[in-house]
């Protein structure tokens, strides 16, 4: 069974980059027609997709984030990155990484705050 985990730093300052890593298991991130995307969840707001990136490494991105996002992956780690540069407070949201057969990662909590 595939598994995702997320890791970030947690606390993060206004204007700085986040970069969380999602490490998948069970499964490789190269597997055909599997896409790999991004989400996030603001405190007491809904989902909001932030990108993808697809099994043959070609991205996409929401119009509103994709100045500021960027998704690669490393294939020998078999794991997946978020970059996001000129942090806000309102950047603050729970990060979670997801596949395209619905498979979730547990999330990883972010602060953006000075």
């Known amino acids: 069974q595939v598994q995702l985990q997320e890791s970030g730093p947690g606390l993060v300052k206004p204007s700085q980059t986040l970069s969380p890593t999602c490490t998948v298991s069970g499964g490789s991130i190269t597997t055909s027609y599997y896409a790999w995307s991004w989400i996030r969840q603001p405190p007491g707001k809904g989902l909001e997709w932030m990108g993808v990136?697809?099994?043959?490494?070609?991205?996409y991105y929401s119009p509103s984030l994709k100045s500021r996002t960027s998704i690669s992956r490393d294939n020998a780690k078999n794991t997946l990155y978020l970059q996001m540069n000129s942090l806000k407070p309102d950047d603050t949201a729970l990060y979670y990484c997801t596949n395209s057969y619905n498979y979730w990662g547990q999330g990883t909590q972010v602060t953006v705050s000075s």
């Open positions: 990136i697809a099994y043959d490494g070609s991205t």
